[in-house]
């Protein structure tokens, strides 16, 4: 399995992040993508991947409730000098997040469509955070339309509606803990959706699945997400395992 999603660098892993690598490991998970946030998170992060180089890839990218009046340009521009030093297999995380701040909308757009210009430029995917926006993530996105730009809607907890116009434009939705929660809606009509479509990841350390609910997530817990969908798909562990594997390594740029 791949996990798609999650911050391994987070300060929550500062007391046990080899074990919780090991933990996953054991489970069977053979790659973790971890996303960028803004450049305090960057130095952590790429330190991560060059202890595990076969099994943990950064993205890079500013994170939209990252995205400040004062500091965003400058941010960006630390983006781009990474973009052009090295090979990542993704920009992310990016996107529009109004839960947080509505006040920022203007400069979180702009902030992302220059994220995606950079991203069709280099034929990389894009990783999408999209948290109570998804009318002005789409808005963006018809924008910009390309035949290079693709990706992964992150941590998807839209409706079906959203899920179909997600894919539409060349996108797969990425499936966390929010499909094993009782509230998470997306478990009923997760069905219509391709598996094909579909990418396993944790957000970890937030959001874990059911029965860990409310505590620390980690990537071990992937089994548990991919077990959820076993039940909502009617198909083996394996194929679940086979299929949401082979749709990540398609979706990333291998480096």
Not at 39 to 67: A, D, R, W
Not at 101 to 106: A, E, I, M, R, V
Not at 123 to 147: G, M
């Amino acid at each position: 399995m791949i996990d798609t999603h999650t911050h391994l660098y987070a300060e929550e892993f500062d007391e046990d992040r080899k074990e919780a690598i090991q933990r996953a490991l054991d489970k069977g998970i053979t790659e973790f993508y971890l996303p960028a946030i803004d450049s305090e998170s960057h130095e952590k992060m790429l330190n991560l991947e060059t202890e595990y180089p076969n099994q943990i890839f950064s993205m890079m990218g500013l994170h939209p409730c990252y995205v400040k009046p004062e500091s965003w340009e400058k941010e960006l521009e630390i983006v781009k000098n990474y973009l052009d030093q090295r090979a990542f297999p993704a920009i992310g995380e990016i996107g529009i997040d109004l839960y947080w701040d509505k006040t920022t909308l203007d400069i979180q757009v702009k902030a992302f469509e220059q994220q995606i210009d950079w991203a069709i430029e280099k034929d990389l995917p894009i990783v999408i955070h999209t948290r109570e926006s998804f009318d002005e993530t789409f808005e963006v996105l018809e924008r910009k339309k390309h035949p290079k730009l693709r990706g992964i809607f992150h941590c998807f907890s839209g409706n079906l509606e959203h899920a179909k116009h997600a894919i539409d434009l060349n996108f797969i939705l990425g499936i966390g803990g929010v499909v094993t929660f009782k509230n998470g809606k997306i478990d009923q009509f997760l069905n219509e959706i391709p598996l094909d479509k579909i990418v396993l990841e944790t957000d970890s350390p937030y959001l874990a699945p059911v029965p860990h609910r409310g505590k620390r997530n980690e990537s071990s817990y992937l089994d548990l997400v991919a077990g959820k969908l076993v039940d909502i798909y009617k198909v083996d562990f394996s194929e679940i395992d086979r299929i949401t594997t082979e749709n990540a390594k398609k979706m990333f740029v291998q480096i």
